[in-house]
């Protein structure tokens, strides 16, 4: 069995590996990452800063937020609001986001995206325009809950936090939640096939935890 270290990197070190590391990988279409982790690791922050180094490096990027592939407010909330199985097994529109994003960046895809396909904040479509990505083109993924489902991804980012971490850090609204996460960590393991993981109990101090 492989043994895994845990290498502590600054945030600023950790964007600079993590541009470095999407730059260089090769995909049959554009490559399309995952970044994936609970509200309180911030994955939309992370790959929010991984697109200005990557454009500086000429790749054209499409920063994707999950939030945006939201199912309707009447099919997500069906069981209730604050039900973590609906929030573990339903809340983002995977098909659409299937057939808007991944599909059209990976290998033979015309590389038309769409950004967004559902506004939660007024749960209507959010009527946003069609992108073309270049052939090298970089798309990211950035959202909760996203791997494991078998959403096709070149390569998937996991913002791994302890159960204690994740419930310190979580807000008290989102308390409810919790169970979910618990449940994703049991079934799905993101850690254990992850090709980036990265540790960040404290924001300030993030670890990569690679193989020994």
């Given at each position: 069995m492989v043994g895994m270290r845990v290498r502590p990197i600054s945030p600023e070190r950790l964007v600079t590996k993590l541009t470095e590391r999407l730059a260089t990988t090769e995909a049959p279409g554009r490559l399309r990452v995952?970044?994936?982790?609970?509200?309180?690791a911030?994955?939309?922050?992370?790959?929010?800063?991984?697109v200005d180094p990557l454009r500086a490096l000429g790749r054209p990027v499409l920063h994707v937020r999950a939030e945006g592939f939201l199912r309707p407010?009447?099919?997500?909330?069906?069981?209730?609001?604050?039900?973590?199985?609906?929030?573990?097994?339903g809340w983002v529109d995977e098909p659409g986001l299937?057939?808007?994003?991944?599909?059209?960046?990976?290998?033979g895809g015309?590389?038309?995206?769409?950004?967004?396909?559902?506004?939660?904040?007024?749960?209507?479509?959010?009527?946003?325009?069609?992108?073309?990505?270049p052939p090298d083109g970089?798309?990211?993924v950035s959202g909760t809950l996203l791997l494991g489902g078998g959403l096709p991804v070149d390569l998937a980012v996991h913002l791994a936090l302890s159960p204690a971490a994740l419930a310190r850090r979580t807000d008290p609204e989102l308390h409810w939640t919790?169970?979910?996460?618990?449940?994703?960590?049991?079934?799905?393991?993101?850690?254990?096939?992850?090709?980036?993981?990265?540790?960040?109990?404290?924001?300030?101090?993030?670890?990569?935890?690679?193989?020994?």
């Open positions: 995952a970044v994936d982790g609970a509200p309180a911030a994955p939309e922050a992370l790959a929010a800063a991984l407010a009447s099919v997500r909330l069906e069981h209730g609001r604050n039900n973590p199985d609906s929030y573990y097994e299937r057939r808007e994003v991944l599909a059209p960046a990976g290998p015309s590389g038309r995206v769409l950004p967004s396909l559902w506004d939660p904040r007024t749960d209507r479509a959010s009527r946003a325009a069609y992108v073309t990505l970089i798309v990211l919790l169970p979910a996460f618990a449940r994703y960590a049991e079934e799905v393991d993101p850690a254990g096939f992850a090709d980036v993981v990265v540790r960040l109990d404290d924001p300030r101090h993030p670890a990569l935890v690679e193989p020994d």
